[in-house]
T-cell receptor, first 114, second 116 residues
Framework: GEDVEQSLFLSVREGDSSVINCTYTDSSSTYLYWYKQEPGAGLQLLTY?????DMKQDQRLTVLLNKKDKHLSLRIADTQTGDSAIYFC??????????????FGKGTKLSVKP | KAGVTQTPRYLIKTRGQQVTLSCSPI?????VSWYQQTPGQGLQFLFE???????NKGNFPGRFSGRQFSNSRSEMNVSTLELGDSALYLCASSLARDSSSTDTQYFGPGTRLTVL
């Protein structure tokens, strides 16, 4: 099965909060990431969290990690039309100490309606 | 500091040809990873290089290869192109203070390869 799973679509109104959810399977993953991809562009790192943390806040972004359930979420406060993009959750796989291999979910397309 | 750069940004090739893509990491970054992004398979890891050595490899056929130079710049090569190789190829760099670490990966804009 998939290593990382995300719902494919999310639609919110401008000014509301958006919550994008992700589940992962590898309990040994040390880092969990959120990336943003706008049309025709590469991946922009939004934030990441260590697996020994349960929450991280960075301006409008809040990441929550539930290690027991292997569940990660990204909350965007006061969502703006410029936040419309595809959001990818990713975990680091540890191969002999190196974490150069990111496993990505399929991405959640966030649509923000004015 | 300049970000990760990739050249060319767009490329059109025909089946059977080979292609070389280039990636220049952020200055001081020593690890370079390559990913393939397609609508069907999503983002998939190809390989990672550190200090001119391939450190990790994904599940791709031997037609996909890469290398890293002493200045950390990296190239990937795809030989005998197939229609299914059409994709966005993304390169990511990370600091990697030593051979057992990677740190956060920063991505370039990608090279869009179309195989006709």
């Amino acid at each position: 099965g998939e290593d990382v799973e995300q719902s494919l679509f999310l639609s919110v109104r401008e000014g509301d909060s958006s919550v994008i959810n992700c589940t992962y399977t590898d309990s040994s993953s040390t880092y969990l990431y959120w990336y943003k991809q706008e049309p025709g562009a590469g991946l922009q790192l939004l934030t990441y969290i260590f697996s020994n943390m349960d929450m991280k806040q960075d301006q409008r972004l809040t990441v929550l990690l539930n290690k027991k359930d292997k569940h990660l979420s990204l909350r965007i406060a006061d969502t703006q039309t410029g936040d419309s993009a595809i959001y990818f959750c990713a975990e680091s796989k540890d191969y002999g100490g190196s974490q150069g291999n990111l496993i990505f979910g399929k991405g959640t397309k966030l649509s923000v309606k004015p | 500091k300049a970000g990760v750069t990739q050249t060319p940004r767009y490329l059109i090739k025909t089946r059977g040809q080979q292609v070389t893509l280039s990636c220049s990491p952020i200055s001081g970054h020593r690890s370079v990873s390559w990913y393939q992004q397609t609508p069907g398979q999503g983002l998939q890891f190809l390989f990672e290089y550190f200090s001119e050595t391939q450190r990790n490899k994904g599940n791709f056929p031997g037609r996909f290869s890469g290398r890293q130079f002493s200045n950390s710049r990296s190239e990937m090569n795809v030989s005998t192109l197939e229609l299914g190789d059409s994709a966005l190829y993304l390169c990511a760099s990370s600091l990697a203070r030593d051979s057992s670490s990677t740190d956060t990966q920063y991505f370039g804009p990608g090279t869009r390869l179309t195989v006709l």
